[in-house]
């Protein structure tokens, strides 16, 4: 049953690279740009009912904003459908999209087409360096404004005065929810061991692979250390930053951890098979793309009868509601935790940086000029009980995280990034959010 759930589970493979570090490299895509426009002012049974405008907030001139995406699947659509009837209607705005990207050459091709159509704004999702900075180049030859949503700051152009920020998830926040997920998990008191697929983790730490993925096995790697009293051989960071697999020494006969990295989750499933075979572990996670293992993973409960419990970076989406709803050979859900990032508020943030600066105010989004970066932090979800609650985020007008009223609230002038950073720290509190919302 299990291997059916993850032939379904695996068609939308989530990465998160909305949390990649700046050196990042997304998989590789069609680099052919789409220049479909959408009308922002069209109204949808999914609109917010208008809005009290604040006082000195202009929004009589309608923009028209290209959306350089490295993303496709179900996450994307509920993030364009965002963008389009709740974000568009609220700011003005018209989206033009890419499709998936996946480099500087394809980002930069996407742009001219956007500035032959006469944008005047660009998100920008492609996350390595050279795409930024080359990105945030061409925008400032143009005049045109440049906003980007990764998870490390890029000096080179931070200064430019058309790059109005960068927003994406928290690596820290995302180490944060793995650990705290780790420590519920591990606080039976019984010994547990973990393979731990953790992805562009190498170098995260110095703007060289993913730093979501290296602050999620440094998470990991501490939990089991504070619950279990263990002394490693190397520093942790030392361990995530490892080019080869391996076992971890943990100095315990009893817990074992098994570190992957590497950006090919099926280069992964094949090589941490006969890990799992051993009987060792009990718990398997991946920083991104967790369905691309629970094939293996039954094949593995079928043959051995011992559950081994998932944990993945997922969105809020279908593939991650099937986890938690169907059952493994063992009876134990196929996905027992996850940690989510949230892709429309991303994009939101993003479009209330274009909104400051559209309305002459780009100021209040730097910090002594420089842009800066936001934060997006994670949410842990253990079980499926708190996932159904979770997962109506994003479903209507009033249950997005940031409404059309508080993009307004946002947008006026008088909010800084400072502001925006506080709003995101309010809002980190997941079952805070779900009792604002109405869904505890």
């Not at 000195?56 to 699947?73: I, N, P, Q, R």
């Not at 973990?194 to 979501?212: N, P």
């Not at 990295?261 to 099926?266: D, F, K, M, S």
């Not at 009223?405 to 006026?412: F, P, R, S, T, V």
Request: glycine share 8%; proline share 4%; aromatic share 8%.
């Amino acid at each position: 049953m299990k291997k059916i759930i993850a032939l379904l589970l695996a068609v939308v493979m989530v990465l998160g690279l909305v949390a990649c570090s700046g050196n990042s490299t997304p998989a590789p895509a069609d680099n052919n740009a789409s220049t479909e426009a959408n009308n922002a002012n069209t109204n949808t049974e999914a609109n917010a009912e208008p809005v009290a405008v604040p006082e000195g907030l202009d929004l009589s001139v309608h923009h028209k904003v290209g959306v350089a995406t490295v993303h496709e699947g179900e996450a994307w659509e509920i993030a364009r459908n965002y963008l389009e009837t709740i974000v568009g209607p609220t700011f003005n705005m018209e989206f033009i999209y890419s499709e998936k990207l996946s480099d500087a050459n394809g980002l930069i091709a996407f742009m001219e087409q956007c500035y032959a159509a006469g944008c005047d704004g660009i998100v920008n999702l492609v996350t390595s360096n050279d795409a930024i900075a080359q990105g945030a180049h061409k925008a400032e030859e143009w005049g045109i404004w440049f906003a980007t949503q990764n998870s490390a700051w890029v000096e080179e152009v931070a200064g430019l005065e058309h790059n109005v920020g960068q927003c994406g998830a928290s690596p820290e926040s995302v180490g944060e929810a793995y650990k705290a997920a780790f420590k519920e998990i591990l606080s039976d008191g019984q010994p547990h061991s973990v393979v731990l697929f953790e992805g562009a983790a190498v170098g995260g730490d110095k703007g060289q692979g993913a730093a979501s993925h290296f602050y999620s096995a440094v998470g990991v790697l501490e939990a089991f250390q504070e619950t279990y009293g263990l002394t490693y051989d190397k520093p942790i960071a030392d361990l995530v930053n490892q080019q080869d697999p391996g076992e971890v020494n943990t100095g315990n006969s009893d817990v074992h951890i098994y570190l992957y990295p590497g950006r090919n989750p099926g280069d992964a499933v094949t090589a941490l098979l006969p890990v799992l075979q051993t009987g060792n572990y009990d718990i398997f996670a991946a920083v991104f793309s967790f369905a691309a293992f629970t094939n293996a993973i039954a094949d593995v409960e079928q043959s051995t009868g011992k559950d081994i419990k998932v944990i993945g970076t997922a969105q809020i989406e279908q593939q991650t509601k099937t986890g938690f709803e169907t059952t493994d050979p063992t009876g134990d859900t196929v996905l027992n935790g996850a940690i989510l990032n949230d892709l429309p508020l991303a994009c939101a943030i993003n479009c209330i940086e274009l909104m400051h600066a559209y309305n002459g105010d780009v100021a209040s989004m730097k910090d002594n000029g420089q842009a800066i970066l936001l934060g997006v932090r994670s949410y842990a979800v253990l079980g499926a009980d708190t996932y159904a609650k979770a997962e109506k985020l994003n479903t209507a007008p009033e249950l997005y995280i940031l409404t059309a009223e508080d993009l307004l609230a946002l947008a006026q002038p008088g909010v800084t990034w400072q502001d925006l950073e506080a709003k995101l720290a309010e809002i980190a509190d997941l079952d805070a959010l779900l009792a604002a919302k109405g869904l505890n």
